[in-house]
């Protein structure tokens, strides 16, 4: 019983490089999210993706690019990673009312 | 757009005594409000919801209320136990989880 799996759940990256976080879920939702975690600021919407072949722009999508490969995978790429983008980033699904949260990645640019 | 802001930032309870947090919203267009628990180390989890049409849900030892003429809506969880310790989020939205804006989240914690 999966969920939502994100990968990796660690990840240092040095200011400029890229990376791509990998997200899938096994509970044939429709839609898919990725968020950031940041201390005091709840939870903020990078990108959503409300069906497969669909994304759209949340509320701080600058910085941030996404792949909605499948109806199962939703992935997150950095193009080149600047230190406020020093977050813990969660990928998401739902059909309905439920959002279902992986168990997040921490990242951290140096 | 629509602003969420909730309080306390902590709470600090005695084991079995009730804890209330409560969250403001600024858009009156907004009718659904979720309730998410965030353990150590994990992702947030649907506790319980409410919308615009109802006044109050409960469910077991939590309950949320719902006053729309003031735009507030609050979390009381009753018998409080040690596994109730966790970071608790609220959240607004007009129906669709794509609009949701979460308030920054209440750290609850259960003194034994």
């Known amino acids: 019983n999966a969920g939502v799996t994100q990968t990796p759940k660690f990840q240092v990256l040095k200011t400029g490089q890229s990376m791509t976080l990998q997200c899938a879920q096994d509970?044939?939702?429709?839609?898919m999210y990725w968020y950031r975690q940041d201390p005091g600021m709840g939870l903020r919407l990078i990108y959503y993706?409300?069906?497969?072949?669909?994304?759209d722009k949340g509320e701080v999508p600058n910085g941030y690019n996404v792949s909605r490969l499948n109806k199962r995978e939703f992935s997150l790429r950095l193009e080149s990673a600047a230190p406020s983008q020093t977050s813990v980033y969660f990928c998401a699904s739902s059909e309905v009312d439920t959002i279902y949260f992986g168990e997040g990645s921490w990242l951290t640019v140096v | 757009g629509e602003n969420v802001e909730q309080h306390p930032s902590t709470l600090s309870v005695q084991e079995g005594d009730s804890a209330v947090i409560k969250c403001t919203y600024s858009?009156?267009?907004?009718?659904?409000f979720p309730w998410y628990k965030q353990e150590l180390g994990k992702g947030p989890q649907l506790i319980i919801d409410?919308?615009?049409n109802v006044g109050e849900k409960k469910d077991q030892r939590i309950a949320v209320t719902l006053n729309k003429t003031a735009k507030h809506f609050s979390l009381h969880i009753t018998e409080t136990q040690p596994e109730d310790s966790a970071v608790y989020f609220c959240?607004?939205?007009?129906?669709?989880?794509?609009?949701?804006?979460w308030g920054a989240g209440t750290k609850l914690i259960i003194k034994p």
């Open positions: 993706s409300a069906s497969e072949g669909t994304t």
């Open positions: 959240a607004a939205s007009i129906w669709s989880n794509y609009q949701l804006i």
């Open positions: 409410i919308r615009s």
């Open positions: 858009d009156s267009a907004s009718n659904y």
């Open positions: 509970m044939n939702h429709n839609s």
